[in-house]
């Protein structure tokens, strides 16, 4: 079974600062994982995917994720935020035939 | 902008209506997915459609049926609905094979239902 653990539900930074939303994946085979973001009253959009190919994978809107096996994480970074960043992220898993976990979501704010 | 299209955008139903919520895909996607998301939760798995058939039921009250009419249609229909299903409802859609077992989902901007 997958499971993941996104630490802090809610995450403030000021506009120009780095960010990082943490997530901790357990998964008993080689995991497939996705940060998704979701902007207020509106569907999820992804963000990036890791499907084993490199380990550093770059998304849109300047994100990147590096998938790190020892440590089961993968977590998300951009070097400086934007006020348009501010959404709630998913961190995802998925392995196998298994259906796709989502975390519980970090909520980004972005302050000016 | 989305490939994946829901209408209504907002829908207000008593518990006594039947009502349905729609979504189109024109990707050529064969796996459809109805998940339902409440305030500050993450999106909830409630059904998937493989070619058309269901393959998942994730133990769904019967009050809600799901309907694959074609391979770009997905329907969900309401009836007696409770107030505890105030959700934002969301369609998703995925490739069937290797796209299935990776994940990755496309989706809609949500449905949201509230019941009186």
């Known amino acids: 079974a997958q499971s993941v653990t996104q630490l802090g539900s809610h995450v403030s930074v000021s506009e120009g600062a780095l960010v990082l939303l943490r997530c901790n994946y357990s998964?008993?085979?080689?995991?497939?994982l996705f940060w998704y973001v979701q902007y207020p009253n509106q569907g999820l959009q992804l963000l990036l995917k890791?499907?084993?190919?490199?380990?550093l994978v770059k998304g849109i809107n300047g994100f990147e994720a590096e998938f790190k096996k020892s440590e089961t994480s993968f977590h998300l970074t951009k070097p400086s935020a934007h006020m348009s960043d501010a959404a709630e992220y998913f961190c995802?898993?998925?392995?196998?035939?298994?259906?796709?976990?989502f975390g519980k979501g970090t909520k980004l704010t972005v302050n000016p | 902008d989305t490939e994946v299209t829901q209408t209504p955008k907002h829908l207000v139903m008593g518990m006594t209506n039947k009502k349905s919520l729609k979504c189109e895909q024109h990707?050529?996607?064969?796996?459809m997915y109805w998940y339902k998301q409440k305030a500050k939760k993450p999106p909830e798995l409630m059904f998937v459609?493989?070619?058309?058939?269901?393959?998942i039921n994730e133990s769904v009250p019967s009050r809600f049926s799901p309907e694959c009419p074609n391979s770009s249609l997905l329907n969900l229909h309401l009836h007696a609905l409770q107030p505890e299903d105030s959700a934002l409802y969301l369609c998703?859609?995925?490739?069937?094979?290797?796209?299935?077992?990776?994940?990755?989902?496309?989706f809609g901007e949500g449905s949201r239902l509230t019941v009186l």
């Open positions: 998964s008993s085979v080689p995991p497939y």
């Open positions: 998703a859609s995925s490739q069937v094979g290797l796209a299935l077992i990776t994940g990755e989902l496309f």
């Open positions: 459609y493989s070619y058309e058939k269901l393959s």
């Open positions: 990707m050529g996607h064969r796996a």
């Open positions: 995802a898993v998925k392995g196998g035939s298994e259906k796709l976990v």
């Open positions: 890791y499907t084993s190919a490199a380990t």
